[in-house]
């Protein structure tokens, strides 16, 4: 009780947020029983018909659907793969340099895409990477290479969300890495130097260790979000050419539900989706907890 009494301040400081959560996050969740009725918006909203698993059965015979689902993991793998591999990569780097002055600056510089939304970002990417006049092709023209359609490519499609996502996020990732890093304790560097390691292998015995858990932390959550391929980015990105490899279940929800007005269906998509990030997150956690001891809360 002392120490509820003490921190009281603190949790009247998350209240605020608590408050925002459970009404933007938990009571929307009542809306999920859509997809077990027939609903339309001249219903009641409690006593439209139930129509049970029929919804299911229909997303999964969806004709768009497979294709989706496909799109969805494969560029979500891709991004968590990278997401984990460049911040760390770039935070093991800038950790070394000595000049705290460029330091902030390079840091300052690769964050500054995180706060750029998709709808401006996508006008910029689609400026560089422009068949006639981007600054991309006019490089691969004065190299003698010819000029690429990307944002017209299947082929290209998926990497150009990988790179373009890593370029607008691994800041602010650099930034929890770093801030790992600071944890590290100068005298493992002292022994690791008088034990003649050099800046290699100090690296791999004593930096990385130290970031394994936040490393660990930070992939375990990203799993969760697996059937999360970035509607915002993808939505901006995407046309009617790239469909084929950029089309994913947060898009194909879209188009079911707001074009299509398909609301239980779209339900539908939306509570599968929640049920296998709520599964991979409790079995990812459980493998965190039982191969390393480590436990997030």
Known sequence: ?????????????????????????????????????KYSPTDVYLFSPWVGLDNFKLLFTTPGFPRALRNTISISLMKMVAHLVVPIGFSLLLNEMKNMFVKRMVQTIVYLPHFISWVLMAGIIMNLLSPSTGMVNLILKA?????????????????LLIITDVWTGFGFSTIVYLAALSGCDPTLYEAASIDGAGHWKQM?????????????????????????????????LMSTITMESGDILDTLVYR????????SLATAVGLFKSSISFVLMIVTYQIAYKTTGYRII
């Open 1 to 37: 009780m002392k120490q509820f009494k003490r921190d009281i301040p603190l949790h009247m400081m998350m209240m605020p947020t608590v408050i925002m959560l459970f009404i933007f996050a938990y009571i929307p969740m009542i809306g999920s029983i859509m997809a077990f009725q």
């Open 143 to 159: 190299i003698g290479v010819e000029p690429i359609f990307f944002m017209g490519s299947n082929a290209w499609f998926q990497p």
């Open 204 to 236: 791999i015995h004593v930096t990385i260790p130290t970031i394994t858990p936040t490393i660990l932390l930070l992939g375990t959550l990203s799993l969760g979000g697996i059937l999360n391929a970035g509607f915002d980015q993808v939505m901006n």
């Open 256 to 263: 079911i539900g707001m074009q299509s007005a398909q609301f």
